[in-house]
């Protein structure tokens, strides 16, 4: 008795421990589960009280109109309508005020052009967008939509919406041509009954953000391939991969077909060429096994041909040997220091030298897809603005000083950013006027006092130069061949030559083109507020050096998807991994989606890709 009482007294306390704590975690559970209904509910319900507020009964009446915006005057060298006034400058109370304003006309709807617009201060300027496209696209999931991985409708944002905050207007057209002189631009716009009718829009500020065009190398055949710059080129691509699945699934399709159908070859491993190859693997391997016979996933095969040693070159050592490897074990192959040579309806011919013998060896691929994605050219609008300054050299892109403005275009007057522009790095051009503002006894030599003044000049005039430029005394010393402590013309002349040709050009990447977009909008609204002042001070109100150092480049970094992983290059630290990689890659695309509604409509389709695939319907 003794003992049974012991047990039940020792026990008890146990007991009512289990108890207590089962009736918190059954408290707290509730809890939770109530708050979670309760949430949900409330989400829900406010939903729908803002989509009923949505649904409005306005009517517009008397909408006022200038009579110029409905039949504009003739002008300019080739006397077409000029279009001084807008349709929409008087639409209501908000946009009268910009209507007088300093007219900004942004040429382009890409990165630099909607980086340029997000950062504008409304009211600073009379904005007008002439874009072919009404939207802009976010560019680096191009590859994931071409498969399906995500909606092209996830990666639009209309740019009307973009503008709506600056009260400003978007002329559908193209840019054709510039007459500098009266600050007009020529812009070819199409009617429904598809005839061209031609306009001038003028300008006091004109941005070129027209981005480039696929750089053809001179290789006959390119008709035949496909690129992956815009949402058209993505959906064509889209159609073609599950054509060539569906066809090569027919009974009637010979093997050779099929394996010509199911043959993807992509020209150039850089970050579009590598993350499409990768993109049609994980389409492969997710979904094509799961629907299609098993043999149209067996007889797949992916090729990624590169003219350099390696893909991503451009990145560090560590993620371009990563990267490969990936490859190597997902069995997609690398033809690595090859050129392309011709491209056929059914084949690919490159070539490739062999290592003993040097000697040019040919080869063919078969195939019903090929993708180029091989560097950069002019766009024509591009091509013809630089065809009419007579210093403009460069063959890819304008050339443009510190602050981002056209070399050899009225000072102030016309800007360019992202792709189709490129910073200037000769600094032997600059030569007579440094020795001029740096030879203080006009002597026409320069001294070492003289030399440290010039190289802050080059320094604040080209920043590229900089790092450069750190050993002023040892490259001094170095290029005064004949030891007189001085610097003659022809001595400065060889110096600065080779400085220049150390400069690297900045990557024509969106990076680039964002953070040129974000600048000049801050110098913008800087040009708008200390306009009065600087007009004050007999200094021109187009006069950027007054307010706004040369834009300087700081790199954030490089990443790029190969297939279920992701690479990233920050500042020298290479970080490459599998999942999670790949989850920090999605993270940082979605923080830089252009809306919130893009981000939504984004991490939607990476949840409907997880539970459900891809979406293999051809549309």
Same mark, same amino acid.
């Given at each position: 008795?003794?003992?049974?009482?012991?047990?039940?007294?020792?026990?008890?306390?146990?007991?009512?421990?289990?108890?207590?704590?089962?009736?918190?975690?059954?408290?707290?559970?509730?809890?939770?589960?109530?708050?979670?209904?309760?949430?949900?509910?409330?989400?829900?319900?406010?939903?729908? =009280?803002?989509?009923?507020?949505?649904?409005? #009964?306005?009517?517009? #009446?008397?909408?006022?109109?200038?009579?110029?915006?409905?039949?504009?005057?003739?002008?300019?060298?080739?006397?077409?309508?000029?279009?001084?006034?807008?349709?929409?400058?008087?639409?209501?109370?908000?946009?009268?005020?910009?209507?007088?304003?300093?007219?900004?006309?942004?040429?382009?709807?890409?990165?630099?052009?909607?980086?340029?617009?997000?950062?504008?201060?409304?009211?600073?300027?009379? *904005?007008? *967008?002439?874009?072919?496209?009404?939207?802009?696209?976010?560019?680096?999931?191009?590859?994931?939509?071409?498969?399906?991985?995500?909606?092209?409708?996830?990666?639009?944002?209309?740019?009307?919406?973009?503008?709506?905050?600056?009260?400003?207007?978007?002329?559908?057209?193209?840019?054709? @041509?510039?007459?500098?002189?009266?600050?007009?631009?020529?812009?070819?716009?199409?009617?429904? @009954?598809?005839?061209?009718?031609?306009?001038?829009?003028?300008?006091?500020?004109?941005?070129?953000?027209?981005?480039? *065009?696929?750089?053809?190398?001179?290789?006959?055949?390119?008709?035949?391939?496909?690129?992956?710059?815009?949402?058209?080129?993505?959906?064509?691509?889209?159609?073609?991969?599950?054509?060539?699945?569906?066809?090569?699934?027919?009974?009637?399709?010979?093997?050779?077909?099929?394996?010509?159908?199911?043959?993807?070859?992509?020209?150039?491993?850089?970050?579009?060429?590598?993350?499409?190859?990768?993109?049609?693997?994980?389409?492969?391997?997710?979904?094509?096994?799961?629907?299609?016979?098993?043999?149209?996933?067996?007889?797949?095969?992916?090729?990624?041909?590169?003219?350099?040693?390696?893909?991503?070159?451009?990145?560090?050592?560590?993620?371009?040997?990563?990267?490969?490897?990936?490859?190597?074990?997902?069995?997609?192959?690398?033809?690595?220091?090859?050129?392309?040579?011709?491209?056929?309806?059914?084949?690919?011919?490159?070539?490739?030298?062999?290592?003993?013998?040097?000697?040019?060896?040919?080869?063919?691929?078969?195939?019903?897809?090929?993708?180029?994605?091989?560097?950069?050219?002019?766009?024509?609008?591009?091509?013809?603005?630089?065809?009419?300054?007579?210093?403009?050299?460069?063959?890819?892109?304008?050339?443009?000083?510190?602050?981002?403005?056209?070399?050899?275009?009225?000072?102030? @007057?016309?800007?360019?950013?992202?792709?189709?522009?490129?910073?200037?790095?000769?600094?032997?051009?600059?030569?007579?006027?440094?020795?001029?503002?740096?030879?203080?006894?006009?002597?026409?030599?320069?001294?070492?006092?003289?030399?440290?003044?010039?190289?802050?000049?080059?320094?604040?005039? =080209?920043?590229?130069?900089?790092?450069?430029?750190?050993?002023?005394?040892?490259?001094? @010393?170095?290029?005064?061949?004949?030891?007189?402590?001085?610097?003659?013309?022809?001595?400065?002349?060889?110096?600065?030559?080779?400085?220049?040709?150390?400069?690297?050009?900045?990557?024509?990447?969106?990076?680039?083109?964002?953070?040129?977009?974000?600048?000049?909008?801050?110098?913008?609204?800087?040009?708008?507020?200390?306009?009065?002042?600087?007009?004050?001070?007999?200094?021109?109100?187009?006069? #950027?050096?007054? *307010?706004?150092?040369?834009?300087?480049?700081?790199?954030?970094?490089?990443?790029?998807?190969?297939?279920?992983?992701?690479?990233?290059?920050?500042?020298?630290?290479?970080?490459?991994?599998?999942?999670?990689?790949?989850?920090?890659?999605?993270?940082?695309?979605?923080?830089?989606?252009?809306?919130?509604?893009?981000?939504?409509?984004?991490?939607?389709?990476?949840?409907?890709?997880?539970?459900?695939?891809? #979406?293999?319907?051809?549309?």
């Amino acid at each position: 008795m003794y003992h049974s009482v012991c047990f039940l007294s020792d026990a008890s306390p146990s007991s009512s421990r289990i108890l207590r704590y089962g009736r918190k975690i059954v408290k707290y559970t509730a809890f939770a589960g109530f708050s979670t209904v309760l949430g949900l509910s409330v989400f829900i319900g406010a939903v729908f =009280i803002h989509d009923a507020f949505t649904y409005s #009964d306005r009517h517009i #009446d008397r909408v006022p109109v200038s009579p110029l915006a409905l039949h504009p005057e003739r002008g300019g060298p080739k006397n077409l309508p000029v279009a001084s006034v807008l349709i929409g400058d008087e639409d209501d109370s908000a946009m009268l005020p910009v209507k007088d304003k300093p007219r900004l006309v942004v040429v382009g709807g890409g990165w630099g052009a909607v980086s340029l617009l997000q950062s504008i201060h409304p009211g600073d300027y009379h *904005v007008t *967008v002439i874009s072919l496209d009404t939207f802009t696209t976010f560019t680096p999931l191009l590859p994931s939509a071409a498969v399906g991985t995500v909606s092209v409708r996830s990666l639009v944002e209309s740019l009307r919406k973009i503008i709506a905050r600056l009260h400003g207007q978007l002329i559908n057209g193209r840019a054709i @041509d510039l007459v500098m002189s009266d600050r007009l631009l020529e812009v070819e716009t199409v009617a429904v @009954d598809g005839e061209k009718r031609n306009i001038y829009v003028p300008y006091d500020k004109l941005v070129i953000a027209v981005g480039s *065009v696929s750089s053809t190398h001179g290789v006959p055949g390119l008709e035949h391939c496909f690129q992956l710059k815009t949402v058209s080129d993505a959906r064509t691509i889209r159609r073609r991969i599950l054509d060539n699945f569906e066809t090569a699934s027919l009974p009637s399709t010979s093997e050779e077909e099929r394996k010509r159908l199911l043959s993807f070859v992509v020209c150039g491993g850089g970050p579009t060429g590598v993350e499409t190859a990768a993109e049609i693997f994980d389409l492969c391997q997710e979904d094509i096994i799961n629907y299609f016979p098993q043999i149209c996933r067996e007889e797949v095969s992916i090729h990624v041909v590169q003219s350099r040693e390696h893909i991503l070159n451009t990145y560090s050592e560590a993620i371009s040997k990563y990267a490969e490897r990936k490859f190597q074990r997902d069995g997609v192959e690398l033809v690595t220091s090859a050129r392309v040579g011709e491209v056929h309806p059914d084949h690919v011919v490159y070539t490739t030298k062999d290592s003993d013998t040097g000697k040019i060896i040919e080869h063919s691929i078969p195939t019903n897809f090929v993708l180029w994605s091989t560097g950069i050219a002019m766009n024509p609008f591009t091509a013809r603005v630089s065809s009419l300054l007579p210093n403009q050299v460069h063959k890819k892109a304008i050339e443009v000083d510190a602050q981002l403005r056209v070399k050899g275009a009225p000072l102030g @007057d016309v800007y360019a950013i992202g792709d189709c522009a490129t910073i200037e790095t000769s600094l032997v051009s600059h030569l007579l006027e440094l020795v001029e503002e740096s030879d203080r006894d006009k002597d026409g030599k320069i001294n070492f006092d003289e030399w440290q003044i010039m190289v802050k000049r080059i320094k604040k005039q =080209i920043p590229m130069a900089a790092s450069h430029l750190d050993k002023v005394r040892t490259l001094f @010393d170095r290029y005064d061949s004949d030891a007189d402590n001085a610097l003659n013309l022809n001595e400065l002349a060889v110096l600065l030559q080779e400085i220049g040709n150390k400069i690297t050009a900045l990557p024509a990447t969106a990076q680039v083109a964002s953070q040129q977009g974000k600048y000049l909008g801050h110098k913008f609204h800087l040009l708008a507020t200390k306009r009065d002042m600087l007009l004050a001070n007999d200094l021109p109100a187009a006069t #950027d050096e007054a *307010v706004s150092e040369p834009f300087i480049y700081r790199h954030l970094g490089s990443l790029a998807y190969i297939g279920n992983a992701a690479v990233f290059d920050f500042d020298g630290l290479s970080f490459t991994g599998g999942l999670a990689a790949m989850y920090a890659w999605r993270s940082i695309y979605w923080s830089e989606q252009v809306s919130m509604r893009t981000r939504a409509l984004l991490m939607i389709d990476w949840i409907v890709r997880g539970l459900w695939g891809r #979406d293999l319907s051809r549309l």
